[in-house]
């Protein structure tokens, strides 16, 4: 009897980070529930692209994280697919800068609710079938969660919050479930850009003197996910030296 495949749900699939995650777990043998918000066109391209590797391995959702009463429907919608589930994957994101004096509520709340409400709540619905499987949770949260970036700080309090979720959920989703995160440094440019000598200024604080790429996070999820489990609670690193401070 073949065993069957593990499955991953990961949100913000479409593009970006999260696709390349997405290819790197299929290309691991995972089958995968894709989330989008807005990127439909991108994330029906991507799983077009997978179902041709391999047919019936994907599911493709689209919702706002926002909308904290639909999160358990995207764990039902993996299970009612898959009929189980391995991994969840919060990477998706909001990011906008929030500088003191023209923060506004509107900022804030969009803010805490991609990076900090909905992996709670996706996590806590999703936690009664990853302990099912002895499962792992990874959740992508950034070198500025612990260095704060100017004129950043509502992101970077919610990456922090996301955090320190991922320390409290490896305490109490033990022995089960593995909760882990992984920081990226610079990886991909923001998507409003950074100039040539912003790029180069901050190049110079990393002490392999490089960007890193997208691959580099997915590696790492794979690892955190299938090949370390003996790790929870842990937050690795993937910014090139970078939070050396050097």
Known sequence: MTEPRPVALITGAARRVGAAIARHLHTANYDLALHCRHSRRELDTLTEELELARPGSTLALQADLAEVEMLPDLIDAALERFGRL????????????????????????????????APFFLSQAAAPALATSRGGIVNLVDIYAERPLARHPI??????????????????????????AIAPGAILWPENG??????????????????????????????????APYVSGEVIRIDGGRSLGI
């Open 86 to 117: 391995d991994a969840l994957v919060n990477n998706a994101s909001a990011f906008e800068a929030t500088p003191v004096g023209a923060a506004t509520t509107a900022q804030w709340d969009a803010l805490f609710a991609s990076n900090a409400r």
């Open 194 to 227: 950074k100039t040539t000598t912003e790029q180069q200024a901050l190049l110079a604080k990393v002490p392999l003197g490089r960007a890193g790429t997208p691959n580099d996070v997915a590696a790492a999820v794979l690892w955190l996910l299938r090949d």
């Open 155 to 180: 992101y970077c309090m919610a990456k922090a919050s996301l955090l320190m979720m991922t320390r409290a959920l490896a305490l109490d989703l033990a022995p089960h479930v593995r909760v882990n």
